[in-house]
């Protein structure tokens, strides 16, 4: 296993970003830069055992400084939507920035995925990894609490990505951290991710209405586009005539986990048949937002000078339930003062 940093480029407000590779003997790759924690690339083996990037992302630190879909970033303060960006906690109302229609959406414009995180420390062991940092202000994008925020990605000698989150504050605030990578487990970017065969382990979604926000009742799977407890391609059913695929523009809902009370536990999957490349995903959050690209538009460049078309990629985001802090009967993300978060998510890549 080992670590490589390098120097990646420089913000215009002069601070140096760096990248770290994490490498294991198994022929996977990690890199990540210390601008929004954003994982740049993955490098996993196909089944002819040749290591190919699965993650969209983009060539400079340039790129990933102009707008784009969150494109690999770590996501904080909140995950997902706010709704009319604002909340209360103990009657207090707290207002936030309104990016995404009425609502507040990952956080705000300068979210966990637009800041600079320090390296706390890094491990070349057996299993290496970074653990990044980020002290994030009192009413930072509107936001309670001084914030101390630890993320650890840990990548493991059997091809998995771990990633730990841990926080502290010192005033009752709410918070709900995810990473935002998207998947293409081709490795060609040229293609779309609608043959991909997914698994996700949940009897139940969260319907939104037309602006993502949750109307507040789960939904049951059965007999929808939204059951995925089976094996199932991403295209079979995404341009179905149905109210909830039509307000996501296609997949773009938070699926509430079974087993809530097992803890750290499989999640979800998705399989690429060409490449033989297979995706298992573990958490301890009690959701997954499945997100499969509705919104990349074909202006963003790929790293061949080509540009990524709509749904040439797919999230899997596990959080907690969209708007949370205005949603009694959703479990809660708030966070109290001398409480600990502590949240891990795993990515295990393997051959089928
Ligand atoms: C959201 C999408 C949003 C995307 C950002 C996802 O997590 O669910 O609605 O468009 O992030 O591009």
Redesign the pocket.
């Known amino acids: 296993m080992s670590i490589e940093k390098s120097k990646y480029g420089t913000t215009p407000n002069g601070d140096q970003v760096d990248s770290y590779k994490l490498k294991n003997h198994t022929g996977m790759e990690v890199d990540i830069i210390t601008f929004g924690g954003i994982i740049t690339a993955i490098k996993v083996p196909n089944i002819a055992g040749t290591a190919e990037n699965v993650v969209i992302g983009f060539n400079n630190l340039e790129q990933y400084m102009q707008p784009n879909?969150?494109f690999g970033a770590l996501i904080g303060r909140y995950?997902?939507r706010i709704a009319n960006a604002k909340f209360s906690i103990d009657d207090i109302e707290y207002k936030l920035a309104a990016n995404n229609g009425p609502n507040n959406?990952?956080g705000g414009p300068k979210g966990f995925h637009k800041i600079m995180w320090t390296v706390e420390a890094t491990n070349d062991g057996e299993n290496s990894s970074i653990k990044l940092k980020y002290i994030s202000k009192d009413m930072e994008e509107g936001f309670p609490g001084n914030l101390t925020v630890y993320v650890t990605y840990t990548l493991q000698v059997d091809n998995t990505l771990e990633i730990v989150y841990e926080a502290i504050t010192d005033k009752s605030t709410v918070i709900n951290l995810t990473q935002?990578t998207y998947f293409n487990l081709s490795a060609d970017f040229s293609k779309t991710i609608l043959d991909h065969e997914i698994v996700i382990d949940a009897d139940q979604f969260v319907p939104i209405d037309a602006f993502?926000i949750p109307t507040g009742k789960l939904q049951n799977v059965v007999n929808t586009p939204f059951d995925f407890r089976q094996s199932k391609i991403v295209g079979k059913e995404i341009d179905e005539n149905h109210e909830q695929l039509t307000n996501?523009k296609g997949y773009?809902h938070c699926w509430v986990l079974n087993n809530q009370d097992q803890g750290f536990r499989f999640a979800a999957s998705a399989y690429d048949k060409l490449s033989g490349r297979f995706l298992e995903v573990k958490t301890t959050e009690p959701g997954v937002?499945f997100?499969t690209g509705?919104?990349i538009d074909g202006t963003l460049p790929t790293r061949d000078g080509e540009k990524y078309a709509r749904r040439t990629g797919f999230?899997l985001?596990t959080q907690h339930y969209p708007d949370s802090p205005n949603q009694e009967s959703f479990p809660t993300t708030l966070l109290r003062e001398g409480e600990k978060y502590e949240s891990k998510t795993s990515f295990t890549f393997s051959i089928k």
Do not use: I, K, R, V
């Open positions: 879909p969150y995950g997902n959406l990952h935002h993502s996501g773009d937002q997100y509705n919104f999230c985001e």
